[in-house]
């Protein structure tokens, strides 16, 4: 519940307590909280069981944490049931963030494509090392302010 707070911050809110409370009051402040906190966590417990029975069996592994949307997005992302492995393994970002830096740089991808393809697999890589060659001698890489 308190991860984030270090010594030096608990020692504070002591000595602050001690202030605004007295040390007379203190002891009785500390119980009064502790027992409130512990009502409110019963309450939540029995409110969390009512949902549950509510809900019925087919419900009966549900977590409330799910809830939280990144906590159910890690969740199915860990279970391959919808097959999205497969999805993310198929998908080729290098070809596909050169197809877009040749359309940015006004250049036709598909004629790179056809050429590698016509040269075979040695060729296309001659084309590429071309390209990068001239991309580093000619021009600099464009710069858009309003994406930085």
């Known amino acids: 519940m308190f991860n984030d707070i270090g010594p030096l911050e608990l020692v504070t809110l002591v000595v602050l307590a001690v202030l605004v409370f007295g040390p007379d ?31 019925g069996p087919e419900f009966k592994d549900f977590e409330f944490e799910d809830l939280n949307p990144k906590t159910f997005i890690r969740k199915q992302l860990d279970n391959d049931d919808l097959g999205l492995k497969e999805i993310r393994n198929g998908f080729d ?33 001659v084309d590429m090392t071309k390209k990068r060659q001239s991309l580093e001698r000619d021009e600099r890489p464009p710069f858009d302010a309003d994406a930085t």
Not at 98 to 121: Q, W
């Open 25 to 55: 009051k203190l002891p009785k402040m500390i119980q009064d909280v502790s027992r409130t906190v512990r009502k409110i966590r019963e309450f939540s417990e029995s409110a969390k069981q009512d949902i549950r029975e509510e809900l």
């Open 93 to 125: 970002l290098k070809k596909e963030m050169a197809e877009v830096a040749d359309a940015v740089h006004g250049r036709d991808s598909d004629s790179g494509t056809a050429s590698s393809g016509s040269s075979g697999a040695a060729g296309g890589s």
